[in-house]
């Protein structure tokens, strides 16, 4: 079997990459650039409590809050100097010309004004040219997978959504991930994986369990006379206490794209999308589970038709119940891209619990470290401290990877949606 990537719901950055044996075994570890500190003045959002960075075992935790101004200031402060390179990294890597700065420009108005005065006050405490911030917050377009599973398939757990974010350039993007704490002052708390200074959610949880996470649709619409996406998505935890408050939050209004918006809680998932007519469409779940890559879709059987979708339908036909975190984690790694897995996650909205991976180039996240991150007693209102961070399992090629386990697409045809799985 091929131990490599997976991809269901995300993760980012660059940093340093170590060698460790232990009992006779060589692997990978990705190391963070962040140590932890405080900023001297407490701040009446968080409690009285100053704003901080908190690393256990390589996971970077860090908690802000209060008006826009201050959650700015606050994160421009603790990660100036990580929020310069990053954006100067990510950048160069997007292809920085007056054609992307033209489409941020036209976007920046989109942006709601609490979350436009935040990466105003970023930008100033960091250091970094307002231009350059705005345009990196509005370039990210993630190639992922996500699987679901609920009810009889998950054999009485609670519902679990796992994520792969595949993205460019993983060196960045996966040792710079941080587990951002915030506190807006009259909205939800909410949980961000993602990176200092970008202010949109690509993968996310609130108090009540909403969780959301975006996939880039392939096949998606691009419009710059709308509100993008990833604000919309951040919207929706500081706003929502179910998954279909956000369903209905995302079909409100107009979005910058349609790409796949993963939204689940407790009860319920959906993986949808808004359509160029405003419309929002859903893939279809089956038995208890659904599956998203950034696949072209069947619009009459509400599925998709790549090769990582296949293989995530292949290997959840066959797969015994109960899906336990542990194998979804597992499908994960078996639909990782190669050099793009940065990020591996699984929310479980009831517990408020998070089990995260981080990759880099060379190391996807799926098949790499995972820890189990417990958030609800931050939700609760504790601080980061009481958080509890434990090391899982290495999935450890536990299922081949698509590309070893899924036949070629048939020359000039479509993909029968019925085709029996592949022998192991």
Same mark, same amino acid.
């Not at 542990?326 to 891209?337: I, K, M, N, Q």
């Given at each position: 079997m091929r131990a490599t990537t997976s991809r269901i719901v995300i993760a980012v950055t660059a940093g340093a990459v170590a060698l460790a044996t232990a009992s006779g075994c060589s692997h990978f570890s990705v190391g963070t650039p962040y140590r932890a500190r405080a900023l001297d003045q407490p701040s009446d959002g968080l409690d009285g409590r100053a704003a901080r960075i908190v690393v256990r075992d390589g996971v970077t935790l860090a908690e802000v809050g209060g008006t826009p101004e201050e959650i700015g200031r606050q994160t421009g402060t603790l990660f100036g100097e990580q929020i310069r390179a990053q954006v100067a990294r990510c950048l160069a890597a997007f292809g920085d010309g007056p054609e992307t700065r033209r489409r941020a420009r036209a976007l920046a108005d989109r942006i709601p004004d609490d979350h436009r005065r935040e990466l105003r006050a970023v930008a100033d405490a960091a250091g970094v040219p307002w231009d350059d911030l705005l345009t990196a917050n509005l370039v990210v377009e993630t190639r992922c997978s996500v699987v679901a599973a609920w009810g009889e398939a998950r054999g009485g757990a609670p519902l679990a959504v796992a994520r792969n974010l595949d993205f460019h350039p993983a060196d960045v993007v996966g040792p710079f991930t941080v587990v951002l704490l915030v506190r807006p002052a009259g909205k939800r708390p909410f949980v961000s994986v993602g990176w200092p200074g970008f202010a949109a959610v690509t993968s996310g949880i609130n108090d009540a369990g909403v969780a959301t996470m975006i996939l880039l649709n392939l096949e998606s619409h691009r419009r710059s006379d709308a509100e993008p996406l990833g604000f919309r998505m951040r919207r929706m935890l500081e706003t929502c206490a179910s998954a279909a408050e956000a369903k209905a939050l995302l079909a409100d209004a107009p979005v910058a794209t349609g790409d796949f918006c993963t939204i689940a809680d407790a009860d319920e998932v959906v993986a949808a999308w808004q359509q160029r007519d405003g419309s929002v469409a859903t893939l279809a779940p089956d038995a208890g589970t659904v599956t998203c890559t950034n696949g072209p879709t069947d619009a009459a059987a509400a599925v998709q038709r790549d090769a990582r979708s296949r293989c995530l339908s292949d290997l959840l036909a066959s797969e015994p119940r109960? @899906?336990?975190? /542990?194998? #979804? =984690?597992? @499908? #994960? $790694?078996?639909? &990782? @891209?190669? +050099?793009?897995?940065?990020? &591996?996650m699984v929310f479980e909205p009831e517990s408020r619990r998070l089990d995260l991976a981080l990759g880099t180039t060379f190391v996807p996240a799926a098949g790499n470290d995972w820890h189990a991150i417990e958030l609800a007693p931050w939700f609760a209102g504790a601080g980061p401290d009481a958080i509890a961070v434990r090391r899982l399992e290495r999935?450890?090629? /536990? +299922? $081949?990877?698509?590309?070893? &386990?899924?036949?070629?697409?048939?020359? !000039? !045809? =479509?993909?029968? #949606?019925?085709? &029996?799985?592949?022998? =192991?």
């Open positions: 109960p @899906l336990t975190n /542990r194998t #979804l =984690r597992a @499908l #994960l $790694e078996a639909v &990782a @891209l190669d +050099f793009l897995n940065c990020q &591996a999935p450890e090629g /536990r +299922f $081949e990877h698509y590309k070893v &386990a899924v036949p070629p697409r048939p020359a !000039g !045809g =479509r993909i029968p #949606l019925d085709r &029996a799985p592949p022998t =192991r």
